[in-house]
């Protein structure tokens, strides 16, 4: 078995890496075990694999696939970088003669097009809701005594979102330590998949300013801390729009490698993420 596979780094800008994403493009369907085994081996918080939807289909020409994402411990229902990094492939390896692609998912049809400054991913929006009562999670387990400000639920992700006070700065969120490996001993009733942490942004605090910033964290599902994350901005995006009454916003994730994206919310409940990507690796894949 030979499958070309690439590296593309997602939500790139300026000195901020993005997260990397292998990318395979199956001519064919694989076995089903295959894809975890692969994921394994690549050892990135996702793999996604592109498949033509019909025989005669054509990754330079076709302009709709399906898209399947797997972290090295199981397949996930939504991950928006690793979109932004097959559409990146397609687009600016493969020459994809078409200005948008249109991905069959577990998450129903997503988008991305082609912009000026980047790739537009089209995502479901999901809402949030105050939680009182966050399951077998206490934020102490997770940030010690960091002053939470508010605690929502994204019932349709499982993901947990904390506010952390206004009082804090982007610098206190980017040198937070988390205990992951504690949240997965006192959450495990399934109901949590990820836990968000974000905060205000400051207007003029930093060379450029962001509506809000934001880690991401998912031990259940064999990622620590995801450098940036698509599928979670699908949720921050639903609360911040909220708080700071804007369909047009600024983000940025906190990790160590950094990314920026931009998001615009779209009516029936749909957001635009958009975001720089680069083709960073492109071999074969032989088993």
């Known amino acids: 078995m030979k499958l070309p596979i690439f590296i593309a780094d997602a939500f790139t800008a300026r000195a901020f890496r993005g997260n990397p994403a292998a990318v395979c493009l199956l001519e064919n369907e694989l076995e089903e075990d295959m894809h975890q085994k692969i994921a394994r081996e690549m050892n990135l918080s996702e793999t996604a694999f592109i498949r033509k939807l019909h025989p005669t289909d054509n990754f330079a020409q076709s302009s709709c696939f399906g898209l399947r994402w797997f972290t090295p411990a199981s397949e996930v229902p939504l991950c928006g970088h690793a979109t932004l990094a097959s559409a990146a492939v397609l687009f600016y390896k493969i020459k994809n003669m078409n200005s948008t692609l249109t991905f069959v998912t577990l998450s129903g049809e997503l988008r991305a097009r082609q912009a000026e400054d980047g790739i537009v991913l089209d995502l479901p929006l999901y809402p949030v809701y105050p939680q009182v009562r966050v399951f077998g999670l206490s934020p102490q387990t997770a940030i010690g005594n960091t002053l939470v400000q508010d605690i929502c639920y994204s019932p349709d992700t499982r993901k947990l979102l904390l506010r952390l006070s206004d009082t804090y700065n982007r610098s206190f969120l980017e040198n937070l330590?988390?205990?992951?490996?504690?949240?997965?001993?006192?959450?495990?009733?399934?109901?949590?998949?990820?836990l968000i942490l974000t905060l205000k942004g400051e207007p003029g605090g930093q060379s450029q300013s962001f509506d809000f910033y934001s880690r991401y964290f998912a031990p259940w599902v064999g990622v620590a801390e995801d450098p940036v994350t698509g599928?979670?901005?699908?949720?921050?995006?639903?609360?911040?729009?909220?708080?700071?009454?804007?369909?047009?916003?600024?983000?940025?994730?906190?990790?160590?490698r950094g990314g920026e994206l931009g998001i615009s919310l779209r009516p029936a409940g749909r957001v635009d993420i958009r975001g720089g990507a680069a083709v960073v690796l492109e071999g074969t894949l032989t088993a």
């Open 231 to 256: 599928s979670a901005h699908a949720v921050l995006s639903s609360y911040w729009s909220q708080q700071l009454g804007k369909k047009e916003m600024h983000a940025f994730q906190c990790s160590q």
């Open 177 to 194: 330590k988390v205990n992951t490996e504690n949240l997965l001993q006192v959450e495990n009733t399934g109901k949590v998949k990820g």
